[in-house]
């Protein structure tokens, strides 16, 4: 079983850029066919996926974060991270980082000034 941990700032201010890392450990996020996703859940709403990150390195973002969104990867470290451009107060929520059927524990981040 794959363990996830996601890293980044409780509070960010809107406009300004968000990202989160995930720690992987228990397996390796260049291992064939596995995609490296983040997930999101504002306070009152459901999941929303937000884009991955292949085994090969491809990325793949929603298309109504297209715009603002990068996922990246740090293969040396077994990471993967997110970053989230002018974020606005509608980007507050819970964030995961998920592969398979294993996620991690989740980490708020709120937007306000």
């Known amino acids: 079983q794959v363990q996830l941990q996601e890293s980044g700032p409780g509070l960010v201010k809107p406009s300004q850029t968000l990202s989160l890392t995930c720690t992987v450990s228990?397996?390796?996020?260049?291992?064939?066919?596995?995609?490296w996703n983040w997930i999101r859940q504002p306070p009152g709403k459901g999941l929303e996926w937000m884009g991955a990150?292949?085994?090969?390195?491809?990325?793949y973002y929603s298309p109504s974060l297209k715009s603002r969104i990068s996922i990246s990867r740090d293969t040396s470290e077994n990471q993967f991270t997110m970053q989230l451009a002018s974020v606005t107060p509608e980007d507050t929520a819970v964030y995961y980082c998920?592969?398979?059927?294993?996620w991690g524990q989740g980490t708020q981040v709120t937007v306000s000034p």
């Open positions: 998920v592969v398979g059927d294993d």
């Open positions: 228990g397996g390796s996020i260049t291992t064939n066919y596995y995609y």
């Open positions: 990150i292949a085994y090969g390195g491809n990325t």
